[in-house]
C-alpha cells in the first residue's frame, strides 16, 4: 500500500527513495513513513465520513495521535483538514509546538490532571472528553477559575467490547474508561452538565468499543445503545444531544487474514446503521465524529533493520529454527510480544534467488520474548549486513517504544518524490545519560 516497488537491482524503493540509502544516511532501525501514504489516508477518511454524513448534519474526522505523533504528523493532519486527538499533557504538547488549532482538537484520558485540564482550556480546545463524574465537577471548577466556558463530550460505556473479529455486547463494563450507560451513571453525568451549564458546554456523547476492529457490528450495537441513551436525555431533560463521537478502532491489515474495508464501504455502512436507528427512535441524525489512528498511520509506516546474527537452532530429529536477529526489537515494536501481533518481514536491500526458508526474526534484547515476526518466509541465504523491512509499523510501534537495555529509541523518517526528511531524530547514548543524575 506504500509506493514501495523495486528497484531494477532488487533493491525496495519507498517514495521514490532506497533503503540501502536511508541505512546509509539515516542509520537503522529507522521507522520509514511514506507521506503521501499517510496523508492520503487521512484525507480519504476525512473525505469518507463528511460525505456519508453530508446529507445530515455532517462529519468530522480526528486523528488519534497515540496511534503515533510528531510535529510534522500534526501538521499534515491540521493541513488534510482533520481535528486531533490528544490524551495527556504530553501529545497536547507536540501539537501545539505544531501550531495545531485548539478548536480542532479533542482531549481524552481516565486520569486526566488539573494541569491537563488547564492547558487544554488555555488551549481553546474544542472539546474535552469527560470521563467520570467527578471529572465533570472538576473541569467545571477550572473552567470557572479560568473564566471560560468548558466544551465537553460524555464518554459513555455501552458494555459493547470489540477485538479483531469479533465483538462482545455484554459485561464488559469491567474496564476503567467512560461513565455506564446501564448503571444510569451516563443520565446522571448528562443531568450534572446541564446543571453546571454556566461553566460547562455539552457537545455531545463519545464512544469508543475498541481496536483493529473489521465487523460494523459492535459500532451498531454500541451506537443503539448511545441513541437510545440520546432519546431519553431528550424525554426525561428535555435536551436535544445533536453530536456524536464513535471513536476509532479502524482495523489494517497485518496478514492476509485481515479484510479491512475501504473508507467508503466502512463510512456508508455506519451511516446507513445510524440513520435507521435515528429513524426508529424518531431522532434527527447527529452531527458524528470519528477517531481513527492505526487506519492512518499504521500502513502508511514499515521499520527499516539491519540483520545480524544468524543462528540455526537444532531442535531434535530434524527440526530445526532459524533465528534471524535485526538491530531492534521490542524497544521499537513491542506489539508481538505484548499481543502477540502478526507482522511479516521481508529481504529489502537486495532479491535473492535462494529458497524461500522459514526463519523467526528477534531483536537484539536480553530475553526469548523479543520477537518480531514469528514465522516469515526469507530467502534461505539472508545473511549479516542485509536490510529487511517490516511493514505496516506506523502505529503503536513508535509510540510504544521504550528504552529497554539502554536501546536508544530509533529515527523516524518521511519519504517523499525521492526525498528524505527526518521526523524525530534517533535518540543518541548522551541523549539517555542526560536523564541519569549520576
Ligand atoms: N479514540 C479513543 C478514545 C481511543 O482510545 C483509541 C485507541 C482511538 C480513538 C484510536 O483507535 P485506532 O483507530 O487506532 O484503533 N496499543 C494498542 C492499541 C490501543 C488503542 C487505544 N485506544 C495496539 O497496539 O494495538
Known sequence: SQTTQRAADGELTVGGVGVTRIAQEIGTPALVVDEDDFRARARRFRAAFAEAFAPHAGASTYYAGKAFLCVAVARWMDEEGLGLDVCTGGELAVALRAGFPGARMALHGNNKSDAEIRRALEAGIGRIVADSLEEIERIAEIAAEAGVRAPIML???????????????????????????SSGLALEAVRRTLARAEHLELIGLHSHIGSQIFDTGGFEVA???????????????????????????????????????????????IAGIIEKQCHELDLPVPHLAFEPGRAIAGPSTQTLYEVGTVKDVHLGGSHHRVY???????????????????????????TSGAVPAIVRVVGKHCESGDI?????????????????????????????????????????????DGELRTLVRRETEDDLLALDAG
Open 155 to 181: 464518554r459513555v460505556t455501552t458494555g459493547v467490547e470489540a477485538h479483531t473479529h469479533e465483538f462482545i455486547a455484554t459485561a464488559h463494563e469491567d474496564q476503567k474508561f467512560g461513565i455506564s450507560i
Open 223 to 269: 451506537a443503539r445503545r448511545v441513541l437510545d441513551l440520546v432519546a431519553r436525555v431528550r424525554e426525561e431533560l428535555g435536551h436535544t444531544i445533536d453530536h456524536l463521537d464513535l471513536g476509532g478502532g479502524f482495523g489494517v491489515m497485518y496478514n492476509s487474514q485481515h479484510t479491512p474495508s475501504s473508507a467508503e464501504s466502512l463510512a456508508a455502512g
Open 324 to 350: 534471524v536477529s535485526v538491530d531492534g526489537g521490542m524497544s521499537d515494536n513491542v506489539r508481538t510480544a505484548l499481543y502477540d501481533a502478526d507482522y511479516s518481514c521481508l529481504l529489502s536491500s537486495r
Open 372 to 416: 518480531v515476526v514469528k514465522d516469515e518466509y526469507l530467502p534461505a541465504d539472508v545473511r549479516r549486513g542485509d536490510l529487511v523491512s517490516v511493514p505496516v509499523t506506523g502505529a503503536y510501534c513508535y509510540s510504544l517504544a521504550s528504552n529497554y537495555n539502554h536501546v536508544p529509541r530509533p529515527a523516524v523518517v518521511a519519504v517523499k
